[in-house]
């Protein structure tokens, strides 16, 4: 698969270390093979040189000339609703969620565990329940192998069929 | 990261050059033992060319005497005698004096200091003894500087114990205690072990004599159930009180990839 996010003017990339870590910045130009210039009129990042290997280059990419002025950067990047379009991704979400992740008290991770174990209990309970419905309808291992009392199909062989509805889930 | 550049150690503070004062000199140390000017520059400052080759008399300050003499009275004492203006010292002492040095300080005199983080009714999390893991509610420091924390004894079985707040973790959540009153009975001393006193020699077989095991005293049981209660109905009142029983009940443990250091609590 071809490369498809580059170095070059105009890339939106997070600045992923550094005192302005976790901010958006675009790239405005290039120095040398380990560092450019960025400027982000957006997200309060003045105008400064970053080493390449603090920046992870985003999707995002806005137009204008290198080496344009704060001024013309901040105009494009506007235009492109950068702001906007960075906070809908996956990615600004998932980091949302891992900070609201780190930042839970105690307690916090005590009322999730329990919540989830709650979600799971009622999921498996609508799992059984369906699996034991289509298992005595036939819709499951065939209308010859249908179980009368459980859920359980009368199989000679073992409990493979078992199995292979369990993986299904 | 780059090599940051060894900053030059800044020497010692110039002299303010707007408010000259007398007596301070115009030439000042830059740092590393370098001096703004130059000795020719200081030379011409000074003028010191207007006093090459002079010689100044050195003023004489007049000797004051030590001594005086005096006419003694009497035939054989020599009608005079030479006596100092300023009287010796009339005592010296033989040995050194004893300097009041300051008290040792003793263990009640130690400052007692509470983490910031722990305060009455705060949960902590156990991480010594018997009732490691468990999470308990904190309700004074005492006089010794350990915690008073109980379980309550009701939800996790943890009763009234003593704590070093070493072995602690103490967590955001709180539990509004303001109004329980703990029986002021329950001190330091009320923690003490109790020594018995050993058997007497001349009454039967020292070998027969067997260890008694720790019983709990129905006193203890008594404040047990005074302050559970207490602690009950504070919980009662908070607005997640089913999942704070709950929470309390339950022991703290680690899962993979869960660091204490990077947590928050």
């Known amino acids: 698969m071809p490369f498809r996010r580059f170095v070059e003017t105009g890339r939106i990339a997070l600045i992923a270390d550094g005192p302005q870590k976790g901010k958006l910045a675009s790239i405005v130009d290039i120095i040398d093979q380990t560092r450019v210039l960025i400027d982000g009129p957006g997200s309060n990042v003045p105008r400064q040189q970053v080493r390449l290997n603090q920046l992870h280059l985003t999707k995002f990419r806005v137009k204008f000339p290198y080496t344009a002025s704060t001024r013309i950067v901040r105009k494009a990047w506007k235009e492109a609703k950068i702001n906007e379009k960075w906070s809908d991704s996956m990615w600004a979400k998932k980091l949302e969620a891992k900070e609201k992740r780190a930042a839970l008290s105690d307690f916090d991770r005590f009322k999730l565990r329990r919540a989830r174990s709650m979600r799971n209990k009622i999921r498996s309970q609508a799992f059984f329940s369906i699996r034991k419905a289509s298992s005595r309808n036939g819709a499951l291992y065939g209308k010859k192998k249908m179980a009368k009392g459980g859920d359980k199909p009368k199989v000679k062989k073992g409990g493979k069929a078992e199995k292979t509805a369990a993986k299904k889930k | ?265």
Do not use: W
């Open chain 2, 1 to 265: 990261m780059a090599p940051t550049e060894p900053k030059p150690a800044t020497g010692d503070k110039k002299p303010d050059e707007k408010k000259p004062k007398i007596g301070k000199p115009r030439n000042y140390d830059l740092g590393n033992g370098i001096y703004r000017f130059s000795r020719t520059r200081v030379y011409h400052k000074k003028a010191l060319y207007k006093f090459v080759g002079k010689k100044v008399a050195a003023t004489k300050k007049p000797v004051k005497a030590l001594t005086a003499v005096k006419p003694i009275g009497g035939e054989k004492n020599g009608e005079k005698r030479v006596v100092l203006l300023k009287k010796r010292r009339n005592y010296y002492p033989t040995e050194d004096k004893i300097s009041k040095r300051p008290a040792k300080k003793c263990f009640k005199q130690h400052k007692r200091s509470l983490r910031t983080s722990i305060k009455p009714g705060t949960i902590l999390i156990l991480l010594a003894g018997p009732h490691k893991g468990k999470r308990v509610v904190f309700l004074k420091q005492l006089y010794s500087g350990l915690l008073l924390i109980t379980g309550p004894f009701k939800i996790n079985a943890c009763p009234l114990r003593r704590i070093s707040q070493r072995y602690v973790i103490g967590t955001q959540t709180r539990i509004d205690i303001s109004g329980v009153k703990i029986p002021d009975t329950i001190d330091d001393t009320y923690f003490r072990r109790e020594r018995k006193k050993r058997a007497k020699k001349e009454e039967g077989d020292i070998f027969s004599t067997k260890k008694e095991s720790y019983k709990v005293s129905d006193q203890r049981k008594a404040d047990q159930k005074i302050v559970d209660k207490e602690i009950i109905g504070a919980i009662k009142k908070n607005p997640e009180r089913k999942l704070l029983y709950a929470y309390l009940a339950t022991m703290f443990g680690l899962r993979s990839s869960q660091y204490p250091h990077r947590m928050k609590f």
